[in-house]
């Protein structure tokens, strides 16, 4: 596949957009018209410059209102068109995009639309260029893409062809599979965006909140194999405006960018295989190393110069100690299956902070090759003799992600540390979930980083109402349960003292009572106020005995259809805090009604602190 990207979804000068292509494994770009007129190198300076960084120059667009006009504004039109091609000429771009009329057009004749492309055909067969057409699907008389290729098939032009996008086409709820009847050689470009599912108005929607593929709700594998099928082989390139995109540094965009594409290309093979039909397929794509889902968390790292706080904090809640390890300065914690590794804070993260997280795997090598081959960057460790090997990587927000080999009941890597003094009852059993709060720059990418490089599924995103703005949720899930991620995003613009905390939740046989006893060892939990559980007692009419225990424990309550969830909440250690919960029956969720009254609970929490009187 070979892959592009538009100018427009980075930040940037348009040499720090063509270097950031470059530095991220692109093989082209798309010219943005803006880009060109705003830089101070002339055409042949960016030509020379694409050419010493090894980048395609392989669109300029936009062209736009072209289609549908009277005979003078038409004569306008081409007079316009032929300064743009010459332009073309001079940047060695040999594709332009015209898109569908939405200002001028004041006739909707597909066959006059044909014969004035006809005519911008004879033009651009004079300076050697070629026409993409593309229906906007907010065009005024052209908003299909079928509509565009009927109107391309009259043209019958060999300088005139099609562009076909994504978000033009889905966003409108049109059906791709007759994309298999467009000739290849009538296809000139390729342009793919993803999008959250939203309901508003297609114009906004484009101009705001397109993503790239993997981070939306598209259906993008089976959209590319309609394609592939035709026998297209040109460039697949990525065209997606996106307000966040372009105020973010752009190489870390581009790797992003990049990252989806290869996601694209894997989700394309797949849909390739599994689809029944025909067709020529020339474009290449192939699958990425296929992981199975974790067998287990088995551990996670906690960074913070409050350690003392936080090992009081542990022991309270059940959890022994195994002492420092042999060679590094970090210790272990367990309770069960839950292992926490904690450490002082380094040059990674000062803030205290979920730092890391590892996974049991079937095999470490390939879950780091699949991660490789989605462009993410390899953590170095150092490993003595005899020390268990743990390969890792970086997620975008700068958290680690390392896989160890799974088999036995207890990582091998356990006995680097020492042997715990106590063996109380385990009432607390694995992680349950790892919270993560994202930077508002780097939501989506994280998105994409753990629905790709972890193969989870994504669920539907929530809002959620807080004291330091509306705060987005999203959770990624293996299908079995097993490895839960929620990543919530942090309000634009949010100040330092209104940050979300990350935390781990644990999962307990029996929340109550870990919750009793954990108290009895001198734990304070999160304070939630009486008149949320005036509302459970409304809501559920729960037994009396039960319902006094919650108030009692600070143990909040939900129910679905599929059973309960039972949870309490530490208070925080800086940005960091911990969860209990309990599971009952097939209750899969989160509690998600009580999260608006933990945040503002732990809002209040830090503000009563941060005032220096008790809390």
């Known amino acids: ?289 296929a992981v199975a889902p974790p067998a287990d968390v088995n551990y996670v790292e906690l960074r913070t110069g409050e350690l003392q706080e936080l090992r009081r904090l542990l022991m309270q809640l059940g959890f022994r100690s195994h002492g420092e390890h042999r060679t590094k300065r970090v210790e272990l914690w367990s309770h069960g299956a839950a292992r926490v590794v904690i450490g002082a804070p380094d040059s990674e993260h000062v803030q205290p902070t979920v730092a890391g997280i590892g996974l049991s795997v079937r095999d470490p090598a390939t879950a780091l090759r699949r991660a490789k081959d989605l462009f993410a960057s390899e953590v170095p460790r150092d490993e003595r003799p005899g020390e268990e090997p743990l390969l890792g990587v970086r997620a975008p927000d700068g958290s680690e992600v390392f896989f160890g080999a799974e088999g036995a009941t207890e990582p091998r890597w356990v006995s680097e540390f020492g042997i715990p003094g106590h063996d109380d009852p385990h009432l607390i059993e694995r992680v349950d979930h790892v919270n993560l709060a994202q930077p508002w720059q780097r939501f989506d990418a994280a998105v994409l980083f753990f629905h790709s490089v972890l193969d989870l599924g994504a669920e539907a995103s929530i809002d959620v109402a807080a004291p330091v703005g509306l705060v987005r949720s999203q959770v990624l899930r293996s299908a079995d349960g097993i490895l839960r991620i929620a990543l919530n995003l942090v309000p634009s613009g949010a100040s330092d003292d209104a940050i979300l905390p990350q935390h781990i939740a644990f999962a307990s046989s029996d929340v109550i009572a870990l919750a009793r006893g954990a108290r009895e060892r001198g734990f304070e939990p999160l304070d939630i106020p009486g008149n949320y559980y005036d509302d459970v007692e409304a809501r559920y009419q729960l037994e009396p005995g039960l319902m006094e225990e919650l108030r009692e424990l600070n143990v909040m309550y939900d129910r679905d259809e599929d059973g309960e969830f039972l949870h309490f909440y530490t208070h925080p250690i800086g940005t960091v805090f911990l969860e209990v919960v309990e599971r009952r029956g097939g209750y899969a969720g989160y509690g998600a009604l009580n999260a608006p009254v933990r945040l503002a609970a732990q809002y209040e929490h830090r503000r009563v602190a941060s005032q220096g009187a008790p809390a």
């Open 1 to 289: 596949m070979r892959t592009s990207i538009a100018t427009v979804c980075l930040s940037g000068t348009l040499d720090q957009k063509l270097v950031a292509a470059h530095e991220a494994g692109f093989d082209g770009v798309e010219v943005f018209e803006p880009d060109l007129v705003a830089s101070p190198r002339s055409p042949e300076a960016i030509r020379a410059r694409a050419e010493q960084l090894g980048l395609s120059l392989d669109l300029y667009q936009p062209f736009r209102d072209f289609e549908g006009v009277g005979p003078e504004l038409l004569e306008q039109n081409l007079r316009r068109a032929a300064a743009k091609f010459a332009l073309m000429n001079r940047l060695g771009i040999a594709t332009m995009l015209l898109c569908s009329n939405v200002a001028t057009a004041r006739s909707g004749d597909e066959q006059l639309a044909a014969v004035q492309l006809r005519q911008l055909g004879d033009v651009a067969d004079r300076f050697g260029v070629r026409i993409a057409y593309e229906a906007l699907a907010w065009g005024r008389f052209v908003d299909s893409y079928e509509a565009a290729a009927r109107i391309v098939r009259l043209a019958d032009h060999p300088r005139v062809g099609l562009c076909l996008d994504s978000f033009h086409i889905l966003s409108k709820g049109h059906d791709p599979e007759a994309i298999e009847t467009i000739p290849a050689d009538s296809i000139f470009f390729v342009q793919m965006a993803d999008a959250p599912l939203l309901s508003m108005d297609v114009l906004s929607w484009s101009r705001h909140h397109r993503l790239f593929p993997g981070e939306g709700g598209f259906d993008l594998g089976t959209f590319m194999a309609h394609l592939v099928r035709t026998g297209y082989d040109g460039p697949v390139s990525l065209e997606v405006f996106n307000d966040t995109f372009r105020q973010v540094d752009p190489l870390a965009t581009a790797v992003e960018a990049r990252r989806s594409l290869r996601w694209l290309e894997h989700v394309t093979a797949l849909s390739l295989g599994s689809a029944a039909g025909g067709g020529a397929a020339r474009m290449s794509t192939a699958s990425l190393p």
